[in-house]
Nanobody
Framework: QVHLVESGGGSVQAGGSLRLSCALYGYIDNIVYMGWFRQAPEKEREGVAAIYTGDGTTYYADSVKGRFTISRDNANNALYLQMNSLKPEDTAMYYC??????????????????RGQGTQVTVSS
């Protein structure tokens, strides 16, 4: 079991930047994917970005490619999401997640992952 705690959300204007952080606690050695998903009101959960721990491969949703960057700090058991050029459509609750399951990264995080309590990101136009 892994416990995750997000921080760094907030309100910004379009074009601005935010950096989300996630601290991971517990038994993390066998995590397969760690990453972020988001959910806006009345919308489906959407995978945002992930890291495959096996080889460090990163994955991004098409909607955030070129704007968001996922990274991890192994020494401190932390995960980050740097979000640049934010758009109003990025407004959502963002969740850090970690999965011990293989398969597609989106399904692994959203359907099978342990997640944090979420941090709100609001982008105004």
């Amino acid at each position: 079991q892994v416990h995750l705690v997000e921080s760094g959300g907030g309100s910004v204007q379009a074009g601005g930047s935010l950096r989300l952080s996630c601290a991971l606690y517990g038994y993390i050695d066998n995590i397969v994917y760690m990453g972020w998903f988001r959910q806006a009101p009345e919308k489906e959960r959407e995978g945002v970005a992930a890291i495959y721990t096996g080889d460090g491969t990163t994955y991004y949703a098409d909607s955030v490619k070129g704007r968001f960057t996922i990274s991890r700090d192994n020494a401190n058991n932390a995960l980050y999401l740097q979000m640049n050029s934010l758009k109003p459509e990025d407004t959502a609750m963002y969740y850090c997640a970690a999965s011990f399951r293989v398969g597609t990264w989106v399904r692994a995080l959203i359907e099978y992952g342990n997640r944090g309590q979420g941090t709100q990101v609001t982008v105004s136009s």
